[in-house]
Nanobody, 124 residues
Framework: QAQVLESGGGLVQAGGSLELSCTAS????????VAWFRQPPGKEREFVAA???????????NYAASVKGRFTILRDNAKNTVALQMDSLKPEDTAVYYC??????????????WGQGTQVTVSS
């Protein structure tokens, strides 16, 4: 059964950086666009960033307005991972972060079961 595993979260001060990692098990990310989502405390899960499938659209990416210019999504095909580099973090970035393959960078319905997520806490 295909599963995702998120890692790399932690506690960081505002202005700091973290890099999250998303790994697939049971299947590979090859052929899939992959997206990061987050769920802030007491709020619904929301889209953060997505990257196109290998070979599609030159590896194009899409970002939520709230993170554009601060976050970068990258995929390492050899390691079957998708990373989320988060810079200039703000307290409002505090959330549980999840990843999931999606249909495309603009069609963001999750295709696999959700993982456990990884907690990111940004202190002011």
């Amino acid at each position: 059964q295909a599963q995702v595993l998120e890692s790399g979260g932690g506690l960081v001060q505002a202005g700091g950086s973290l890099e999250l990692s998303c790994t697939a098990s049971g299947r590979t990310f090859s052929g899939y666009a992959v997206a990061w989502f987050r769920q802030p405390p007491g709020k619904e899960r929301e889209f953060v960033a997505a990257i196109a499938a290998i070979g599609w659209l030159g590896g194009s990416s899409n970002y939520a307005a709230s993170v554009k210019g601060r976050f970068t999504i990258l995929r390492d095909n050899a390691k079957n991972t998708v990373a989320l580099q988060m810079d200039s973090l703000k307290p409002e970035d505090t959330a549980v972060y999840y990843c999931n393959p999606v249909t495309s960078t603009t069609s963001l319905g999750p295709l696999w079961s959700w993982g456990q997520g990884t907690q990111v806490t940004v202190s002011s």
